[in-house]
T-cell receptor, first 113, second 114 residues
Framework: QKEVEQDPGPLSVPEGAIVSLNCTYS??????FMWYRQYSRKGPELLMY????GNKEDGRFTAQVDKSSKYISLFIRDSQPSDSATYLC?????????????FGKGTKLTVNP | DTAVSQTPKYLVTQMGNDKSIKCEQN?????MYWYKQDSKKFLKIMFS???????INETVPNRFSPKSPDKAHLNLHINSLELGDSAVYFC?????????????FGQGTRLTVV
């Protein structure tokens, strides 16, 4: 079983839809939970991070963590064509005194105008 | 001013060749990484360096040899390239000390081995 599982999609939605992206994980040592966004032919960029179980909002984006179920989600409200990208969940743990980011496989999202 | 820059952006080469990818960051970070993203977009860590010292080596074949001349640079040399090495390689950097630290990625080097 991979440490981080993410449904790779792809996901295609109309503009204005609510999008739900999810990841599950198996390693209880993960401490921070992040969402990165990667546009085509670009490097990933951090979108949001959370630490504890619960919700965190940033504009149209809400990150949700349920540590008891080892499940994280990203919700996008009022999705826009500019949200079309691959979304990667990522989790951090320590290894050898360095931070280690473990990524999910990414979900490709297309928002159609 | 690009925070994490890597060169070249594209690399097409024949099997068996040796090639290098260079990476530089101007963020003052002390940790740098190499990640490999395969055709299915799976991004996997290869190496992590902290202040020029190798910290993480994720069972990468020893044909891959990272070199960090100083904490702002982390280069990746690949010997005897194989078809399976075709992927996008990303360099990244972060500031050590907090698990919520953001990793900044370069634009990637698309390596194609023919």
């Amino acid at each position: 079983q991979k440490e981080v599982e993410q449904d790779p999609g792809p996901l295609s939605v109309p503009e204005g839809a609510i999008v739900s992206l999810n990841c599950t994980y198996s390693n209880s040592a993960f401490q921070y939970f992040m969402w990165y966004r990667q546009y085509s032919r670009k490097g990933p960029e951090l979108l949001m991070y959370t630490y504890s179980s619960g919700n965190k909002e940033d504009g149209r984006f809400t990150a949700q963590v349920d540590k008891s179920s080892k499940y994280i989600s990203l919700f996008i409200r009022d999705s826009q064509p500019s949200d079309s990208a691959t979304y990667l969940c990522a989790m951090t743990t320590s290894q050898g005194g360095s931070e280690k980011l473990v990524f999910g496989k990414g979900t490709k999202l297309t928002v159609n105008p | 001013d690009t925070a994490v820059s890597q060169t070249p952006k594209y690399l097409v080469t024949q099997m068996g060749n040796d090639k290098s990818i260079k990476c530089e960051q101007n963020l003052g970070h002390d940790t740098m990484y190499w990640y490999k993203q395969d055709s299915k977009k799976f991004l996997k860590i290869m190496f992590s360096y902290n202040n020029k010292e190798l910290i993480i080596n994720e069972t990468v074949p020893n044909r891959f040899s990272p070199k960090s001349p100083d904490k702002a640079h982390l280069n990746l040399h690949i010997n005897s390239l194989e078809l399976g090495d075709s992927a996008v390689y990303f360099c990244a950097s972060s500031q050590t000390g907090a698990l919520n630290t953001e990793a900044f990625f370069g634009q990637g080097t698309r390596l194609t081995v023919v």
